[in-house]
């Protein structure tokens, strides 16, 4: 099991979890959950449910991957298997991606 914390401009969103290959799960911080002026991370990760599961990395956070000729670069210099994209996130989105959201390895 792995862990990464969600953030949204620097404060805690919530908690990804990749269980296996096949399961995951998004669960709003409890903080972040209850207060209402606080957005959802996502559009597909609405804050009407605290915790969210799917079969396969949320589109959201596999979109903040890079592609192409940056990926190949990621994972070579990051010694990452090209098909750990859970790996990739934890390891390229902790700080300087596009928008709101950056997701650090949780410890």
Known sequence: ????AVFYNGKLAGLLTENSR????????DLYFNDDSM???SLTLPKKQQEIHS???FPF??????????KNLQIRQLKIDEEDAFGLLLATAGADTIGAITV???H
């Open 55 to 57: 079969q396969y990395l």
């Open 39 to 41: 957005p959802a991370v």
């Open 22 to 29: 096949n399961d995951y799960v998004f669960r709003y911080d």
């Open 61 to 70: 956070f596999y979109n903040m991957l890079a592609e192409g000729v940056n």
């Open 1 to 4: 099991m792995r862990q990464g």
């Open 104 to 106: 650090k390895p949780a």
